[in-house]
């Protein structure tokens, strides 16, 4: 099984969705959790993880089976030696799960990034990626379903976290 997470922050609260599918190309998810918590811990510079990491865990607790990835909403890394959310999930996972950062904006010190064009948009999505190598976690973004920029079980991930 495969996952997309994401998180939605709100002053009283906050929502941690995650989509479960089976294969890469899947236009419809297999399953879905959503886990409301205490609101976020307040952004840090160079921390955002500590934000999101608390709550992507827990809805993560909610997945009875075992995933092959999981797909974040953000970085893997944000430079060379430099962990971004991703690279901490996996670590707070002890690494038994590949996960691949998917991100909508270029970050300044990330070159590790990789571009991606999805359906017929000119501004690219950012992959990066840890358990796996970047490239083939790009293949996979490429391969997911949808004719838009961003693939659909992204997007219903981000609706679930939004509309809980």
Not at 32 to 51: D, I, L, N, T, W
Request: aromatic share 6%; glycine share 8%; charged share 20%.
């Amino acid at each position: 099984m495969l996952a997309c997470v994401d998180v939605d922050y709100r002053p009283d609260v906050t929502v941690a969705a995650c989509v479960v599918f089976r294969d890469w190309t899947d236009a419809v998810e297999a399953a879905h959790h959503v886990e409301r918590g205490p609101p976020a811990e307040s952004y840090e510079p160079g921390q955002f993880y500590r934000r999101e990491l608390p709550h992507l865990l827990r809805v993560l607790a909610r997945v009875p089976e075992t995933l092959e990835a999981i797909i974040v909403d953000g970085y893997v890394w944000l430079g060379q030696d430099r962990p971004g959310l991703g690279a901490h999930l996996y670590e707070a996972l002890g690494r038994a799960v590949p996960v691949i950062g998917v991100a909508k904006t270029a970050f300044h010190s990330s070159n590790l990034a990789l571009p991606v064009l999805r359906g017929q948009s000119q501004r690219p999505l950012f992959v990066t990626a840890v358990g796996l190598s970047t490239t083939v976690a790009a293949e996979h973004l490429q391969h997911m379903h949808g004719d838009a920029r961003r693939p659909t079980l992204l997007g219903r991930v981000d609706r679930l976290c939004r509309e809980a």
